[in-house]
C-alpha cells in the first residue's frame, strides 16, 4: 500500500469504528472513553515518541509513531475534525 492509500484506509476505518461501534473493537473503546481518554493517550504517545527518538531504536521509533498518528487520527475524529483540515493546514505552511 502507498502512504495514502494507507491513511485513506485508517481513517475510513476510524469512521466506520465511530459509527458503528463493536466491542472488540479498540478504536470503539476510546470513542466510548471519551474525548479526555483520547487526548491523554495523544499525549502518553506523544512522550513515548520521544523518549524512542532520544534512547531507542529506529524501528522503536517508528513503531511509538505510528502510534502517536494513529491515536492522533482518531482524537481529531472525535472532534469531527476532517483530516483534510489538517493536509489544507500542512499545504498553506509549505507552499
Known amino acids: 500500500m502507498n502512504q495514502s492509500t494507507v491513511f485513506d484506509h485508517l481513517l475510513s476505518t476510524i469512521a466506520e469504528r465511530k459509527a458503528n461501534p ?6 470503539a473503546s476510546l470513542f466510548a472513553a471519551g ?3 483520547i487526548a491523554q493517550k495523544v499525549g502518553e504517545e506523544g512522550v513515548e515518541v520521544v523518549i524512542a527518538a532520544l534512547s531507542q531504536s529506529d524501528d522503536r521509533l517508528v513503531s ?3 502510534d502517536l498518528l494513529y ?3 482518531v482524537l481529531l475524529a472525535a472532534r469531527d ?10 499545504a498553506r505552511r509549505f507552499r
Open 81 to 90: 475534525v476532517p483530516f483534510a483540515d489538517v493536509e489544507a493546514e500542512l
Open 35 to 37: 474525548i479526555g481518554k
Open 64 to 66: 511509538e509513531m505510528a
Open 71 to 73: 491515536h492522533s487520527l
Open 22 to 27: 463493536t466491542p472488540e473493537s479498540y478504536t
